[in-house]
């Protein structure tokens, strides 16, 4: 069945940067778009990026685009999630998720997540 396992998340200055890794297997990796998720507490989940199974095309939310840069390695069956100038807004549990073709979702299969903290 679908794994999808994140790591890197972890505790981050305002300014600072992460990168997140979501390493995927019970299905064919390089068929599929991907996309990373956020929820801060006591808000609903949000999409903060997808990307296609070519890497050829992706999207943002607006509010971490020309901050945040999503990234797949085919080959090693993982996404990523390089994060730069990080907010306070930016805390949150990240997941991975599955899309349903190679271009878009709907997304599911979520990951267990990894938690962001950003605090002075």
């Known amino acids: 069945q679908v794994q999808l396992v994140e790591s890197g998340g972890g505790l981050v200055q305002p300014g600072g940067s992460l990168t997140l890794s979501c390493a995927a297997s019970g299905f064919i990796f390089s068929s599929y778009a991907m996309a990373w998720y956020r929820q801060a507490p006591g808000k609903e989940r949000e999409l903060v990026a997808s990307i296609s199974s070519d890497s050829l095309y992706s999207n943002y939310a607006g509010s971490v685009e020309g901050r945040f840069t999503i990234s797949r390695d085919n080959a090693k069956s993982t996404m990523y999630l390089e994060m730069k100038s990080l907010q306070l807004e930016d805390r949150g549990v990240y997941s991975c998720?599955?899309?349903?073709?190679?271009?878009?979702?709907?997304?599911?299969?979520w990951g267990q997540g990894t938690q962001v903290t950003v605090s002075s």
């Open positions: 998720a599955k899309g349903a073709s190679a271009f878009s979702g709907p997304f599911g299969s």
